[in-house]
C-alpha cells in the first residue's frame, strides 16, 4: 500500500472539513488540560494514527519539553489531561550543559530546526536515537514503525512544544503505513490552530492570575491595615463557594433547577474575593474598635485615673473630718465617718465595675443600664485640667458606654456601613468582560435582606441574584463564627447557627439557601477547615430556628 493510497482525494474533503470543527472547538475550550487533551485526540483522528505524545515548553524552562499528554489505544495507555494519571518521564532538553544541541531526539530536533520530521520507519532511519522507542517496544511487544513530528508555533512564531504521532493505519485496511503528504499537511495546520489556542489560554489564564493577584494585594493592603478584616475577606470566598456548589447540587426546593458552569463559578468567586474592597478606605480606628471606649487607644484608663481620683478624695474627706475632731473642732463619730468612707469606697468600686464591663460590649445593653450611665456621670462631678467642674465622663465617652450592642456608635456604624457604598462604587467603575459583568451586583448585595430592610439599597429578594443571596449567608456565619475579631470572641456552630435561624426567620436571610445550608452540612465543611476545635460542637439540626429540615 503506497502512501498516496492513504491520500486520496475523496477522503480528503472531509478531512477538512473536520479540522474546521476541530478548530472552532480549539478555540471554545477554556480548560488547559482538555484543550491539550483535544489537540492530541483530534490530530489522532484527522490522521488515522494509533498513538501520541503531545509536548509543551514552559515559561520557567523553554529548554525542557515536558510531557503533557500521551495516548496509544492499541497498548490502552491514556496519561496526562483529565486523566488523573501523572506521566513518569521526564522532560526532553533541547540542549545539553556543555551547550551542545539535543539533535539525536525527534522532539527536540524539530523544535531547534523549527521543521516537521516525519519518518517512514523508525527501525530503519538513520540520524536519530530510537533506542528508547525500541526498548519500549520490546517490553510491550509493540512496532513503532511511521513517526510525524510537528512542532507547535503560534501566531508570534515561537514554538511552544511539539505534537508526536505515531503508526498512522491505512483508513481502508488498517495495515501501519507511512504519513502521507496530506497527513502531514492537516496535522501540521492543526498544529498552528492548536498552538493559537494554547498560547491565547495561557494568556488568559496569565491575565486571570494577575487579576486575581492583584484582588489579594488589595485584600493584603486590608490585611496590613487591619488582620480582622483581612481574616474575612479570605474566608468569605470559601464559604461563599462552599455554599454554592451545595445549592447546585440541591435536587430538591426551589433551587433544584438552579445551576453553574464554570464561568459562574469563576464570577462569584472574583466577586468573593472583591466584596470588601471598598474597605480600603475605612478608618483603622473604626474597623478595629475592640472596646466603646477605644479610639487611638482604650479611654478606659482615662476613666479608671478618675475612679481613682474620686477614691482618694473620698479618703481625703474622710480624713479630714478626722483631723479636724482631733484639731479642737466639733466630736464627731470617728466609727460612724469610717462606715460612711466604706460604703462610698464600695459604691465607687461597683461603680467601676459596671463602666470596665459595659466598655467591653460583649452583652447588650438594657434602658436600665444606658440610664446608669448617666447617672454615674452626674454622680461624680470632678475637676478637670482647666479646673473646670464637669460631668465625670465627656459627652463622647457617655455615647460609647451607653451603646446598646457592640462596639460602634451610631456614627461610626456608618462609617462601617459606607464601605458597602465604595465598594459598588468601585466595582461598577470597571470595564468588566462579559463573563464578569455580574461581579458588582454580586459583590455589593451581601448586605441587604430578603425584606428589604438591608442596605445599601434595600433590595428584597426577588430583586436580587441567587449569587447575592448565598454571599449574605457567607457574610453573616463567617462574621459569627470569626475567632480574630478584636471584640468578641468565635461562637460555636450551634450558637451561630441559632442566630443565623432567627435571621433566616425574621427575613434577613434567603429561606431556601438557608436550608441547604443546613441540610448539606456546609457549615461543618467550612468549619473542618476554619474554625478551632473548641468551635465545632455537637449540633442539635432539629432544634435550630426556622430549619425546614428534609
Not at 505534537?163 to 492543526?190: C, M, Y
Not at 435561624?501 to 429561606?511: A, E, S, T, Y
Request: charged share 30%.
Amino acid at each position: 500500500m503506497t502512501p498516496a493510497a492513504n491520500d486520496a482525494s475523496e477522503d480528503l474533503l472531509p478531512r477538512l472539513e473536520e479540522l474546521n470543527e476541530i478548530g472552532i472547538a480549539l478555540s471554545k475550550e477554556r480548560d488547559l488540560a482538555r484543550l491539550l487533551e483535544t489537540i492530541l485526540i483530534a490530530a489522532k483522528k484527522i490522521t488515522n494514527a494509533e498513538g501520541g505524545t503531545l509536548y509543551r515548553r514552559h515559561a520557567d524552562n523553554e529548554n525542557l519539553l515536558h510531557f503533557e499528554i500521551i495516548r496509544n489505544e492499541v497498548l490502552g495507555i491514556a496519561m496526562g489531561g483529565t486523566t488523573g494519571r501523572e506521566i513518569p518521564f521526564d522532560p526532553v532538553p533541547l540542549t545539553f550543559d556543555d551547550g551542545s544541541e539535543n539533535t539525536s531526539m525527534v522532539v527536540a530536533y524539530a523544535v531547534l530546526h523549527d521543521r516537521t520530521v516525519n519518518i517512514a520507519d523508525a527501525y530503519s532511519e538513520e540520524g536519530f536515537d530510537f533506542s528508547g522507542t525500541k526498548r519500549f517496544d520490546s517490553r510491550t511487544g509493540y512496532r513503532s514503525k511511521s513517526f510525524l513530528t510537528v512542532p507547535l508555533k503560534n501566531h508570534e512564531n515561537e514554538i511552544i512544544g511539539v505534537l508526536q504521532l505515531i503508526n498512522a493505519k491505512d483508513r481502508a485496511t488498517g495495515e501501519i503505513v507511512p504519513f502521507g503528504p496530506a497527513d502531514q499537511r492537516l496535522a501540521e495546520s492543526l498544529a498552528s490552530q492548536a498552538a493559537v489556542a494554547i498560547t491565547n489560554r495561557l494568556l488568559i489564564l496569565q491575565l486571570e492570575h494577575l487579576f486575581e493577584s492583584f484582588i489579594n494585594l488589595i485584600n493584603e493592603a486590608i490585611d496590613d491595615k487591619s488582620p480582622y478584616t483581612g481574616g474575612h475577606c479570605k474566608r468569605v470566598p470559601q464559604l461563599t463557594m462552599l455554599l454554592a456548589e451545595a445549592a447546585h447540587k440541591a435536587d430538591r426546593g426551589p433551587l433544584a433547577t438552579w445551576q453553574m458552569t464554570e464561568q459562574d463559578r469563576y464570577e462569584l468567586k472574583i466577586a468573593g474575593l472583591l466584596h470588601d474592597c471598598g474597605k480600603v478606605t475605612t478608618p483603622v480606628h473604626v474597623v478595629d474598635k475592640a472596646t466603646k471606649l477605644q479610639t487611638i487607644f482604650d479611654r478606659i484608663e482615662l476613666v479608671e485615673t478618675r475612679f481613682e481620683v474620686v477614691r482618694r478624695d473620698a479618703e481625703i474627706a474622710m480624713l479630714r473630718a478626722k483631723l479636724a475632731t482631733r484639731d479642737g473642732g466639733p466630736s464627731i463619730d470617728e466609727a460612724a465617718v469610717e462606715k460612711t468612707y466604706m460604703a462610698r469606697l464600695a459604691e465607687i468600686e461597683d461603680d467601676r465595675e459596671f463602666v470596665r464591663r459595659a466598655n467591653i460590649g460583649s452583652e447588650a445593653m438594657g434602658a436600665d443600664d444606658q440610664a446608669r450611665v448617666k447617672e454615674i456621670s452626674r454622680k461624680y462631678p470632678w475637676n478637670d485640667p482647666t479646673g473646670a467642674n464637669v460631668e465625670f465622663f465627656s459627652a463622647d465617652e457617655a455615647e460609647n458606654l451607653a451603646i446598646r450592642a457592640g462596639t460602634l456608635t451610631a456614627q461610626e456604624r456608618q462609617i462601617i456601613n459606607h464601605h458597602i457604598d465604595v465598594t459598588i462604587k468601585m466595582l461598577e467603575a470597571l470595564p468588566w468582560p462579559r463573563h464578569l459583568r455580574n461581579v458588582p451586583e454580586y459583590a455589593g448585595g451581601h448586605h441587604e435582606r430578603m425584606d428589604g430592610k438591608g442596605y445599601p439599597r434595600g433590595l428584597k429578594k426577588d430583586d436580587m441574584s441567587v449569587q447575592a443571596r448565598i454571599m449574605g449567608i457567607a457574610d453573616i456565619f463567617e462574621a459569627l463564627t470569626a475567632k480574630d475579631r478584636p471584640y468578641k470572641k468565635g461562637k460555636t456552630l450551634t450558637e451561630s447557627l441559632h442566630i443565623l435561624g432567627k435571621f433566616r426567620l425574621n427575613g434577613h436571610v434567603d429561606p431556601d439557601l438557608f436550608d441547604v445550608f443546613v441540610r448539606d452540612r456546609v457549615y461543618m465543611k467550612y468549619a473542618e477547615q476554619f474554625l478551632d476545635p473548641e468551635q465545632i460542637d455537637e449540633v442539635d439540626v432539629a432544634s435550630i430556628p426556622g430549619y425546614a429540615g428534609d
